[in-house]
C-alpha cells in the first residue's frame, strides 16, 4: 500500500484525540491563524457524556502537546487534574455547539486578521474565487453581542440557532467558526474559511471592479467541492507527516 493511501478507519482514542487536536493548535500557529493565547479547538473525547478537550489557558498555540490538553466539561471546567488555569468564558461558545450539534464532535474559533476583517463586512464571504464557492450559502452569520461570556449564556441559543445545520459561522465584528465531524474535516474547513477571506480582502485592496461569476456557475463549482469525498483527509496526513518532521514533540 502506498503510504500516501488513506488510513483505514479504526474507532479514535483519547491517545490519537489528543494527538490530532495538539496537531492542529500547532497547524493553526504555523498557519498564522492564532490569537496569542485566546481562542480555542475542541474535541469531544470518544465514549465519554460531555467529556471535551481544549488548551490550557496561558500557552501559545506553538507550545500545545497531546499531554498539556485538558478534559473539560460542558461548562468548561477541568475534569482531571491540571497545574494550568482553564479559560471558562472562552468555553461558552465550544459548549453551546457541542452540546446541540452531536455531529460536531471538533469545533474551532479563530481571531485572524482576515476573519476579522470579513466579520466586520456586511455581505459575508464573497464569491470571488473558487475556494470562496465551495462556501457560498454555506455560511452562517451570528450578530455581535459582546465578547462571549458566561455572563450572557443565553447568547448561546442564538449561536446554535445562527449556525443552525452548517459548518462554518461567521461570528459579526469577532472572528470565524466551524465544526466537523472530525479534527480533519473542522480543520479543513477552517483552513479554506480562513483562505476565502484572505482572497476576499485581498482582491478589494485592489481597489479595481470585482467579478462574481452567475450564479449558475458558483452553484457548479460548489457541487463539486460537495462531491469530494475526501473532506480533508489527505490534507491531513499530509500536514501531520509535516509536523512529524518538523515538530515531532506536538505529541508528547
Known sequence: MSSLSPA?????????????LAAAYRLMALFGM????????????????????????GFLFEEITASSLVVVDADGLPRQDTSWPINPAGFVIH??????????????????????????????????????????????????????????????ERLVRDLGTRNALILQNHGLLTVGGTIAQAFYRMYYLEQSCRIQIAAQST??????????????????????????????QALRRKLDREQPDYRD
Not at 118 to 130: H, T
Not at 216 to 234: K, N, Y
Request: hydrophobic share 40%; net charge negative.
Open 8 to 20: 483505514p478507519a479504526t474507532a479514535p482514542t483519547e491517545k490519537t484525540m489528543r494527538e490530532d
Open 34 to 57: 492564532t490569537d496569542l493565547v485566546y481562542t480555542h479547538l475542541s474535541v469531544r473525547l470518544p465514549g465519554r457524556a460531555h467529556a471535551y478537550l481544549v488548551n490550557p489557558f
Open 95 to 156: 459548549s453551546a455547539i457541542h452540546c446541540s450539534r452531536p455531529d460536531a464532535a471538533c469545533v474551532m474559533h479563530t481571531h485572524t486578521l482576515a476573519g476579522m476583517v470579513v466579520a466586520s463586512q456586511e455581505q459575508g464571504i464573497l464569491p470571488l474565487n473558487q475556494i470562496n464557492m465551495e462556501f457560498y450559502g454555506r455560511v452562517g452569520f451570528h450578530a455581535y453581542e459582546g465578547i462571549a461570556a458566561d455572563d450572557n449564556l443565553s447568547e448561546r
Open 207 to 236: 481597489g479595481v471592479k470585482l467579478h462574481i461569476p452567475s450564479e449558475a456557475q458558483i452553484l457548479r463549482a460548489r457541487g463539486q467541492f460537495e462531491d469530494d469525498p475526501d473532506e480533508g483527509r489527505l490534507i491531513w
